[in-house]
């Protein structure tokens, strides 16, 4: 069963502590604390013994991705979710090349991120869906995703919706190995050193 101890970090106070009510109101989530800096919130993780950290990666204006790597020297194990305004492409590439568990815009609705971070909880990556379309887009004109073949554009999407190799192939019906074999190929293509950087897709 799923405990969430969560940490929220944001600059704007209303936002922050909205977000935490609404979060305390869920059932698998056990405690909610805010922060105005990441800095604060990185020294309440072993306090509060955080489970999953919510943080605006922009807090100041500029990109905090350095602390990612600071979270998780101080608990490898958490969960770190990023939760922002920003929507131009550039940005969402940037921020999951980072060692992170989900990505989501704030326009969002409440309970599209409440299943969300129920999966991340889970062990699942998650992109919200507008972030990714958008994330898609920049993939496909920098790395050159019309190369794909038919089949491997098919892997493709159920790579991004969390499929195994193993999944894939019963959907398929083909051979793990050859299931692989597509993966390994569509990688080296899209130049993807890790399939977890792959953005997730979820139908709404």
């Known amino acids: 069963m799923i405990d969430a101890r969560i940490i929220v970090v944001d600059e704007k106070r209303l936002f922050r502590e909205g977000l935490c ?12 604390v805010g922060y105005n800096t990441v800095e604060e919130g990185i020294k309440a993780i072993h306090q509060y013994e955080a489970n999953l950290y919510i943080m605006n990666p ?10 990612v790597k600071e979270i998780r020297a101080h608990k ?11 929507d131009d492409a ?35 990556y998650r992109l919200s869906e507008a972030l990714g379309s958008l994330l898609f887009e920049r993939l496909v004109k920098k790395n050159s995703a019309d ?32 299931a692989r074999n597509h993966v390994s190929s569509i990688m080296h293509k ?4 890790s399939r977890y950087r792959i953005p997730e897709s979820q139908e709404d």
């Open 21 to 32: 009510r609404m979060l305390y109101q869920l059932s698998w989530v056990s405690s909610v």
């Open 58 to 67: 922009f807090v100041g204006g500029e990109a905090q991705y350095a602390f």
């Open 76 to 86: 490898p194990g958490i969960k770190i979710v990023l939760l922002t305004d920003f």
């Open 90 to 124: 550039d940005s969402i590439l940037d921020a999951t090349q980072q060692h992170i568990n989900g990505y989501f815009s704030k326009s969002m609705a409440f309970d599209k991120f409440e299943v969300y971070l129920h999966e991340v909880m889970e062990g699942k």
């Open 147 to 178: 190369d794909l073949t038919a089949r491997e554009k098919v892997i493709y999407q159920m790579m991004r919706k969390g499929y195994t190799n193993k999944e894939i192939a019963k959907q398929l019906s083909i051979s793990t190995n050859t």
């Open 190 to 193: 899209l130049n993807i050193s």
